[in-house]
């Protein structure tokens, strides 16, 4: 199957910071998605992104899809930002997801 | 529109017995995907349904079955418990393709002792 590689795998900011969190995938791909996971364990829809520039907020994301990697970008932490994130791929039959990236903002 | 609901949330098995779990999509959602997610192995695809056919399978052992009912509900069994089924179980929804977007449930806890 196809491998999605996530960078880095923990990041730990000071409130105020920005970020910038890598997918690498190794095929082409129908979709991809950025996730973030809250404590509980929902997955919450941040991007639905096979392409492209999207921006939401403080979020926003870009996949190069030939080049095969995307990236979600941060502005100005702040402490709910916690969490894992994730981005999952799809290439027709099933998403595949990375590793995750753990993020951590401190006060 | 209500979200993707699972139920129960939580559940507590011994080994040797069996599970089932289910899952409400989005109204109109057709496609139902279930994954499972544990520290180790981090998060799995097992299989999805579409207008009550599985459509995807993903490499777990037969164990693991499910089915999808005409109001495009799905249940998810995991029969003979073992200790490595502990895991949080997620469902996803989506319109149509598989690859379409999904929304996920809150997801079902599970522990087997």
């Known amino acids: 199957g196809i491998q999605v590689e996530q960078s880095p795998p923990d990041l730990i900011l000071q409130e105020g910071a920005n970020s910038t969190l890598r997918c690498n995938f190794s095929d082409s791909v129908n979709n991809l998605q950025w996730f973030h996971q809250n404590p509980w364990g929902q997955l919450i829809n941040l991007f639905y992104i096979p392409s492209g520039t999207k921006q939401n907020g403080r979020l926003s994301a870009t996949t190069v899809a030939t080049e095969r990697y995307s990236l979600l970008y941060i502005s100005s932490s702040q402490t709910t930002d916690s969490g894992v994130y994730f981005c999952a791929v799809n290439t027709g039959n099933q998403f595949y997801f990375g590793t995750g990236t753990s993020l951590t903002v401190i006060p | 529109k209500a979200g993707v609901t699972q139920t129960p949330r939580y559940l507590i098995k011994t080994r040797g017995q069996q599970v089932t779990l289910s899952c409400s999509p989005i109204?109109?959602?057709?496609?139902v995907s279930w994954y499972q997610q544990t520290p180790g192995q981090g998060l799995q695809f097992l299989f999805e349904?579409?207008?009550?056919?599985?459509?995807n399978k993903g490499n777990f052992p037969g164990r693991f079955s499910g089915r999808q009912f005409s109001n495009s509900r799905s249940e998810m069994n995991v029969s003979t418990l073992e200790l490595g089924d502990s895991a949080l179980y997620l469902c996803?929804?989506?319109?149509?393709?598989?690859?379409?977007?999904?929304?996920f449930g809150p997801g079902t806890r599970l522990t087997v002792l």
């Open positions: 109204s109109g959602h057709r496609s």
């Open positions: 996803a929804s989506s319109s149509r393709e598989s690859y379409n977007e999904q929304f």
């Open positions: 349904y579409f207008s009550e056919t599985q459509r």
